[in-house]
Structures are given as C-alpha cells and as structure tokens.
C-alpha cells in the first residue's frame, strides 16, 4: 500500500524568507502522479503544484518549486519569498489509484 | 470557487443517528470522490464514483455507503454514527477517472461538511 510522510508537523519561516517542506512517499508502481495542496484556515483544498512520476524535470510555479528524487522517493515543496498569505496547512499527496495524502505540516508566515 | 458544492455546510446530529451528505461536482464532471478529514489529520480517502460506478474503494468503513445518480450528484450515507466520525467531509470531482498513474485529472475540492456527532 502507498504511504505518504510529512516528517514536519509544524514549521515557521520569515516573511520573504525560503522555506522547504519534506515529503516522502512509499510505493512499488512506476507511473503515479504527486501534489502538494495547500489548506488555509478556510479548509479549501487548494492545489499547489504537481509533478508527474516520468517527469524528471521539477515543476514550478511561479514561488513554488519542487526537489522530486524519484528514486530516493522524495518530493519537497520550497516556497521562496514567503508571504503572510502563504499561512496554512500544506499536505503532501500521491495519486496512483486513488489519491492518499501525509499528515501536513502547518506553515506559519511570520512578519 | 471550484464549481463542486456540497451540502450542508455543518451538520450536528447524535450518536446512532444516520445522516446523508451531498455533493454536486462541477459541470462536465464525471468522476466524484469523497475524503474524511478528522481533526488536525490528512484526507482519507472514502470511495470513488465515475459516471455511476463505483471505481475505487479506500478505507470506507461498512457503516457507510455511498451513490452517484444519473444526474452524476452524489451522496454519502453514513449510519449508527459514533463520535468518531466527527469530521469534516470532502467531495472532490474531476473530469475522468484515475488509471493506475498513467493519466491525470484534477480533483477539484468542494469546501467541505462539518459533522459533529454528540
């Protein structure tokens, strides 16, 4: 069964600042697909970015990257230049199948 | 706004009690998912419906059951409620189904329902 870990329960970074979220994930399939979603106080799920499993190449979007080491299986979330409005849950999710989804780890902006 | 609603926004009810969640997915939409939020945890996932059939199960305990009709809305029955299942409930919905990884569809969110059971 696939698993997700979010080893970070909570995390704090300065405004403007760069901070790394980890992620790792187990499986045995080869073609799966990973997120991260993001979940503000709100509870509105929101996508942050996505990364297909055959990519080698890190998404991006715009202040959000990704580090995916497919083979250590490990898929990390940097947000550069850090914004209050970046505060929230962030949680990790594999889709295979279905989609399963890591703990989160709460972000907390600070000014 | 991701275009899926669900009803109702909060929901209080008793234990042993059985209440139905809904959940309209976007126009277009054939896929509807549902996931089980319990406090401070991440999304499990329930079951998955495409175009009226079931297409894949997660940990969905037998006390719940759920359906998507022809008009493709769906709803989740949840009966002899414990306090445990207090919750916030996710329905998500996307064009098609998964497939083993090899095709992707975004899920689109719906905000969510509240249930507390007391």
């Known amino acids: 069964a696939q698993t997700v870990t979010q080893s970070q329960p909570e995390m704090s970074v300065q405004e403007a600042e760069t901070v790394t979220l980890s992620c790792t994930y187990d499986?045995?399939?080869?073609?799966?697909?990973l997120f991260w979603y993001k979940q503000p106080p709100s509870r509105q799920m929101i996508l942050v970015i996505r990364q297909e499993a055959y990519k080698q190449q890190n998404a991006t979007e715009n202040r959000f990257s990704v580090n995916f080491q497919k083979a250590a299986k490990s898929f990390s979330l940097k947000i550069s230049d850090s914004q209050l409005g970046d505060t929230a849950m962030y949680f990790c999710?594999?889709?295979?199948?279905?989609?399963?989804f890591g703990a989160g780890t709460r972000l907390t902006v600070k000014p | 706004d991701s275009g899926v609603t669900q009803t109702p926004k909060h929901l209080i009810t008793a234990t042993g009690q059985r209440v139905t969640l809904r959940c309209s997915p976007r126009s277009g939409d054939l896929s509807v998912y549902w996931y089980q939020q319990s406090l401070d945890q991440g999304l499990q996932f329930l079951i998955q419906?495409?175009?009226?059939?079931?297409?894949a199960k997660g940990n969905i305990l037998e006390r719940f059951s759920a359906q998507q009709f022809p008009d493709l809305h769906s709803e989740l029955n949840l009966s002899s409620l414990e306090l445990g299942d207090s919750a916030l409930y996710f329905c998500?919905?996307?064009?098609?189904?998964?497939?083993?990884?090899?095709?992707?569809?975004?899920?689109?969110f719906g905000p969510g329902t509240r249930l507390t059971v007391l």
């Open positions: 998500a919905s996307s064009v098609g189904p998964t497939s083993g990884g090899t095709s992707y569809n975004e899920q689109f």
């Open positions: 419906y495409y175009n009226g059939e079931e297409r």
């Open positions: 999710a594999f889709m295979n199948n279905d989609m399963r």
């Open positions: 499986t045995s399939e080869n073609n799966y697909y």
